[in-house]
């Protein structure tokens, strides 16, 4: 994360509907890792979005089972 602030990180599905959210709360600046679980979910492509502050990324996943 650039810098202190609430992040959030949220799974959201091929239509845009919210799957999960993977965490919501307050980190400081660094490098983390997050894990997710998709054994519920199935096979395909996923968007994950992580938000703090004023910075906004969203990347492509795909899950294969």
């Known amino acids: 994360m650039p810098k202190n602030g609430v992040v959030t990180i949220k799974i959201y599905d091929i239509t845009g509907n919210l799957v999960n959210t993977?965490?919501?709360?307050?980190?400081?600046?660094g490098t983390y890792n997050a894990s997710f679980d998709g054994s519920n979910l199935s096979s395909g492509i996923y968007f994950y979005k992580i938000s703090?502050?004023?910075?906004?990324?969203?990347?492509k996943m795909v899950l294969i089972k």
């Open 52 to 59: 703090s502050g004023s910075f906004n990324d969203t990347k």
């Open 22 to 29: 993977i965490y919501n709360g307050y980190k400081a600046a």
